[in-house]
C-alpha cells in the first residue's frame, strides 16, 4: 500500500489543494473524489450518515475514519471514540483535526469491545469479498458489548450494469455482482489495486444471519443506498 489516499489527506490538511483524488472500479470510468467533502462536517453530510451518527451510542469505533469526521462529530457530542484506519496518513490527519483516540490499524486486529461500530462511506467494502465478508461479520460481532450495535451503510449497484449484455453477465455469472476492483490515484501515483465490495441489503442480512447477527434495514437512501444496524 502506497498511501495515496493518506497523502491526498495531509496535503489538504496542509493548504496544498490543487486537485482531488482520481477513482474508478472494474465497471465505471473515472471519476473525482473531491477532497473538500472528506473534511465536511455535520450539516454538509448525506443524511445517511446524519442518521446513522444520531443512532450512535455509547463507547464507539469508528472504522475506516478517513479524515476524521464522523469521530469529530461524535467527539463533540461527548462520545468516547476510538477511530481507526489503515492509511497513515488519515490517522495523522485524524489526530491534527482533535481526535487524538486514532490509530494506524486494521479492523480485524481490534480486539476490544464497543457499544457501537460505525463502518459507513459504504462500510461493505473493508469486507473485500462475497468468501471473506463472514469473517468479518464474526469478528466484528465479538467486538460487540452486550446490547451493542454495528452501523453499516452500502448500495446495490445492480443498476449499474446497464444493456442487455451485461444484465445477463450479472444474472449467469458465478461471481456476485458487487465484487469489484478500485483503482485510486493521485498527483499521478497509482495506488495498488484493491477489492472492494457493495452488497444489496438482502445479501447483507443473509450473511450476517449465517454468522448469528441480526440484520435491521434502519434507512434508504435515494441513490441505491441503505443504513443497516446488525446486532
Known sequence: ??????????????????????????ISENDTLSLPY??????????????????SHGRILDVGCGA?????????????????????????????????NAQKLDVLDVMVQYDTILILMNGTGIFQTIKSTPKYLTHLKSLLSPGGQI???????KYMYKGQEKHYLVENSDKYYGELDYYLSYRGVKEI???????????????????GLTCELMFRGPHHDYLAKLS
Open 1 to 26: 500500500m502506497k498511501d495515496v489516499f493518506g497523502k491526498a489527506l495531509v496535503d489538504f490538511y496542509l493548504g496544498h489543494y490543487d486537485e482531488d483524488i482520481i477513482t474508478s472500479t472494474s
Open 38 to 55: 472528506l473534511f465536511r462536517d455535520y450539516h454538509e453530510m448525506p443524511i445517511i450518515e446524519k442518521k446513522a451518527l444520531k443512532l
Open 68 to 100: 476524521g469526521s464522523h469521530s469529530l462529530h461524535l467527539k463533540s457530542l461527548g462520545y468516547n471514540v476510538k477511530a481507526i484506519d489503515v492509511s497513515e496518513g488519515a490517522i495523522i490527519v485524524t489526530k491534527h483535526r482533535g481526535v487524538m
Open 151 to 157: 452501523l453499516i451503510d452500502s448500495s446495490d449497484i
Open 193 to 211: 489495486p484493491m477489492k472492494w465490495l457493495y452488497l444489496d441489503f438482502l445479501k447483507l442480512k443473509t450473511l450476517s444471519n449465517s454468522v
